[in-house]
């Protein structure tokens, strides 16, 4: 069982000994903080396969509109 750096035993331990406790609990990047960082790296591809993917959902409702017209 692990003790959090908030546990007065451990913060004391960690004074005493001149030791700053550099363990912290991060949560992971969330998936949506990831996308978001992987599209500005890859900026250029993300916006030509936004747009081709814009224009083929666009055409396929004009499409469907037409047919069932």
Do not use: C, I, W
């Amino acid at each position: 069982m692990s003790q959090s750096s908030s546990d007065p035993v451990m913060t004391e331990t960690a004074e005493a000994a001149g030791v700053e406790p550099t363990v912290k609990a991060t949560r992971p990047p969330s998936y949506v903080k990831l996308a978001m960082r992987n599209m500005v790296r890859k900026g250029g591809k993300s916006l030509y396969h936004f747009t081709l993917t814009t224009l083929g959902l666009l055409g396929l409702l004009v499409g469907l509109a037409y047919l069932t017209h």
